[in-house]
């Protein structure tokens, strides 16, 4: 099963969080797919990445393009990607995206994702857009924040 | 929106629940309640139930009765309300759905909002789900955003505009000239989006390819900025400025230089400050020195900077981060062809990568090590290579086999070390070998006329050892068969004596036959070759006989229909016994592509003799020793008909006998009828049209010479139209029959052009 849409494009299909039991604590898709398709994805995602452990790396081909991903405490941070991107860039981005959730929620544990999931959306969309790094610098993205904090 | 107690409540309700359907319950008691709520509550009642909705949409239950709701929330004139609203859009509308049209109009006002944060909001979300439609109706103010004041809206309006792109790529003019401007931004974040959109753009159009080409020495100047001083704190990595950015501006470089010598040459001296000055301690340093290799291999680059990007791969493979040593393989495994001599000193490395842990790490290993097999380094690679296959995973063996198996074949130094590494991997890996080893190893044999004694020696141990191997049996039974002779003399110069008698090989072939984990095939091989030992040995004859004879009641049809025949063989043709079962001869490959099953034109006839079956007068059983000769040759998949009718002339040569029991194996001509060419002079010619596969098409060109004389220097030249040069279209010249044309005056030559 081909994961439909052009090639030739590089950039994020989609970001999934997920638990090692497979609960999914953000999915962000940036590409169309139906909902049983998403579903598929999701729990295909999560069979490949679970069984990898540290010796192996932290790519992984998956249908026709592939995932990188990191493993912090209990949860999978997974961004699938074209097959011609950095891995190594995408690697930091994933870094860069889990230090602003680790200051934002002031020592994040998986809970923090579960009971302000709104939020851990305005975080991927100030730092990621239409599928492509959007803020890269961890202050500025953390001051957006709590601007947008004090509006709520 | 302070989180709503509410849902804090429900979430801690649903995760307190022990089964799946404890939860199922929770999950339908809240979805009413959410029902409700949706049908009369006021829009602040509504936003907490949508967050609410939102939760259990994650869990992975069904949510659609929520989209009417996220159209009318972002409607509101409240931040919270609307915030929820474009959530709910993003997570549960996209372009399938009716209600994601009617959100285009709230869009755009918000688009103009007097709040930067609205506008973001809406910005976010058409990026995310913006259907072309919306895209259409939406792009000029998108556009008007781009050259706003505000740098956080710039962030988001350059990248929407990427995703409007996308999807409507027509609309790319419009964006063009403010890309342009964009370029001198200070603000990393509109900066990187700015490089990114005009990476979109140079991808769909060549023309504005060509206008962004001037750009380059702009990005030389940001990219040596980032690269020499501490440009900009915030964005530091590990000692990095800002590498996100810089790999993206590395990226389009690279397509900008590409096949361009004059923007090669502007980035020339960038490249290889970056190249020498960036530290790869940490990943952020490798990636960039990655794209810089990258970017370094893709362009016009001098060959010093070449030299300098595979170094720096060489260097990647001792890292002790396995994911640089792997990025590392993907790399050179690309350019090694172009080139081969730099990556060839890193093969001990390389080779070294074949026992990481990592599969994905051995396979690419095992791909560039392959990759780098040359007639030099043949012997201790193979070396390599079979240790690998003894512990390699199950997956990667008939990669590794076929892989082995090609090196040998392209640099083998002698026939022996060619024999002795087929015959050790097929005792590793017999099973993974592709179904064409075993005729391509029998063909090799015969060729080294020198080794059958010790060929058949090695062969007849591993039989005895171990039978499980089919492709090994197989071939050791054939091998037994032809050579049995040698085998019974004792003596062989390269290994050491081993005394066989004739009931030991018996023996072993008739437990060939009876094992349960012999093949049908196999077992076909071992009845053959049993059948052929009746002329190589001397008292035995009588066993062979009966073991014969038994097999002619066997349910299997295939040897069923052997031993009958053998039986005839014995009974009625015992004259013909003897030259039926003679020696066969050296088998020449037939063509470059002989071992697929599809063989182009003509099957190129053995330059000895008319196998001798044919001659004699065709009658059944002869007909499953050519069976085995067509089989041998790699021949069809089509079962061969025995012709009927004996060939009456042998004035043609015989191996149009042979050619005539193949043409009743090519699928009929179709119904494209021959066409005569040219007929002057009494030079007539004629292109027949033959047959055609999924990949091949076959034609042949029939010329014959009706006058008196010889005609001489005739040449036959090819060609293709240019449009279908390199790889669509294969011209393939086979083989020549030259019926007609007295002998020896002309030389006909074929030359493709």
């Not at chain 2, 015992?574 to 034109?601: C, F, I, Q, W």
């Amino acid at each position: 099963l081909r994961i439909k849409g052009n090639s030739m494009e590089s950039k994020i299909r989609f970001i999934l969080i997920q638990n090692r039991a497979g609960k999914t604590r953000l999915a962000k898709w940036y590409m169309q797919f139906d909902d049983d398709e998403k579903q598929k994805l999701i729990e295909e995602v999560h069979a490949v990445v679970t069984v990898r452990d540290a010796k192996h790396t932290n790519f992984v081909e998956f249908r026709n393009f592939k995932i990188i991903y990191r493993r912090y405490a209990g949860l999978y941070f997974c961004i699938c990607v074209d097959v011609t991107d950095n891995n190594l860039a995408y690697l930091e981005a994933i870094h860069n995206f889990v230090e602003v959730l680790n200051e934002y929620f002031h020592n994040v544990c998986e809970l923090d994702l579960v009971f302000n999931f709104y939020k851990v959306y305005t975080v991927v969309d100030e730092m990621f857009l239409a599928g492509e790094i959007r803020e890269t610098s961890q202050t500025k993205v953390l001051k957006q924040l709590l601007m947008l904090q004090s509006l709520e | 929106m302070s989180p709503s107690v509410r849902l804090q409540e429900m979430i801690r309700v649903i995760r307190s629940a022990r089964t799946q359907g404890e939860e199922r319950g929770i999950i339908q008691r809240e979805c009413a309640d959410i029902r409700a709520q949706f049908r009369q509550g006021d829009n602040g009642e509504r936003s907490h139930s949508l967050a609410k909705l939102l939760y259990v949409h994650m869990l992975g239950y069904p949510a659609h009765f929520g989209q009417m709701e996220c159209v009318r929330l972002i409607a509101s004139p409240r931040y919270n309300e609307k915030r929820i609203g474009y959530l709910g859009a993003m997570m549960l509308l996209d372009e399938k759905q009716d209600a994601s049209l009617l959100i285009t109009n709230s869009i755009k006002n918000d688009l103009s909002h007097s709040s930067q944060y609205v506008q973001s909001l809406a910005l976010c979300t058409l990026a995310c789900m913006g259907s072309a439609e919306m895209c259409r109706d939406l792009a000029p103010e998108i556009e008007r955003l781009l050259r706003a004041s505000n740098s956080y809206i710039k962030k988001k309006a350059t990248l929407c505009a990427v995703h409007i792109i996308r999807k409507v790529p027509e609309l790319a003019e419009l964006f063009t000239p403010s890309a342009r401007t964009l370029l001198s931004e200070k603000n990393h974040g509109v900066l990187h989006g700015a490089v990114v959109l005009i990476t979109e753009l140079c991808k769909r159009n060549p023309d504005t390819l060509d206008q962004f080409r001037k750009t380059v020495p702009e990005l030389v100047q940001i990219m040596k900025g980032l690269v020499t001083s501490s440009y900009s704190p915030e964005h530091n990595v590990a000692g990095i400025s800002d590498p996100f950015l810089q790999v993206r501006i590395l990226r389009l470089l690279r397509i900008l230089g590409h096949n361009n010598d004059t923007a090669s040459d502007a980035m020339n001296d960038l490249l290889a400050q970056v190249a020498t000055n960036t530290d790869s301690s940490k990943t952020a340093g490798s990636a960039v020195l990655y794209e810089t290799v990258l970017t370094i291999m893709d362009i016009n680059s001098e060959s010093g900077l070449r030299v300098l990007a595979v170094n720096i791969l060489g260097r990647f493979l001792l890292n002790n981060d396995r994911n640089i040593r792997y990025i590392s393989m993907t790399s050179l495994q690309k350019i090694v062809q172009t080139d081969h001599n730099a990556v060839q000193r890193h093969r001990g490395t390389i080779v070294d990568c074949l026992k990481d842990q990592d599969t994905s790490v051995k396979r690419r290993a095992l791909e560039l090590s392959l990759a780098l097999v040359s007639a030099v380094n043949i012997r201790s690679m193979m070396k390599e290579l079979l240790i690998f296959l003894s512990f390699c995973p199950p997956e990667l063996r008939s990669q590794t086999a076929s892989g082995i198996f090609n090196a040998a074949e392209r640099y083998s130094p002698s026939k022996r070390w060619h024999i002795d590494t087929i015959l050790h991997v097929l005792t590793t890996a017999g099973g993974d070998v592709r179904d064409e080893t075993v005729p391509n190893l029998i063909q090799l044999i015969t060729t080294a006329s020198e080794l059958h004694c010790y060929t058949v020696h090695k062969l007849y141990r591993a039989l005895v050892k171990d039978i499980a191997q089919q492709s090994l049996v197989q071939v050791a039974c054939w091998c037994i068969g032809e050579y049995g002779d040698l085998l019974l003399k004792g003596e062989c110069e390269e290994i050491e004596p081993l005394q066989v008698t004739e009931d030991d090989v018996l023996d072993a072939l008739e437990t060939v036959l009876q094992s349960h984990m012999s093949s049908p095939a196999t077992r076909g091989f071992a009845l053959t070759a049993t059948m052929k030992l009746s002329t190589r040995i001397t008292d035995n004859v009588d066993r062979i006989r009966s073991i014969v004879s038994i097999y002619g009641s066997c349910i299997d049809l295939e040897l069923q229909q052997r031993a009958v025949e053998y039986n005839a063989l014995f009974k009625k043709y015992d004259h013909m016994r003897a030259a039926v079962l003679e020696r066969m001869p050296v088998m020449d490959k037939n063509s470059p592509g002989y071992t697929n099953g599809d063989t182009p034109g003509e099957i190129k006839e053995p330059d000895t003799s008319k196998p001798k079956p044919v001659e004699a007068g065709l009658l059944s059983e002869p007909a499953s020793q050519v069976c085995d000769l067509l089989d041998l040759l790699g021949g069809t998949d089509t079962p061969l008909q025995p012709s009927p009718a004996p060939t009456s002339t042998p004035t043609t040569t015989s191996s149009a006998d042979l050619l005539d029991l193949l043409g009743g194996l090519e699928t009929p001509h179709s119904s494209i009828p021959t066409v005569s060419v040219y007929e002057k002079n009494g030079l007539s010619l004629k292109i027949q049209y033959d047959k055609q596969t999924e990949t091949e098409v076959t034609v042949s060109l029939i010329a014959s010479n009706s006058t008196q004389n010889d005609i001489t220097s005739f040449t036959l030249q090819a060609a293709v139209p240019k449009v279908y040069t390199r790889s669509i279209f294969k011209l393939h010249l086979c083989s020549l029959q030259i019926d007609s044309f007295p002998s020896t005056a002309c030389q006909p030559s074929i030359s493709p052009l």
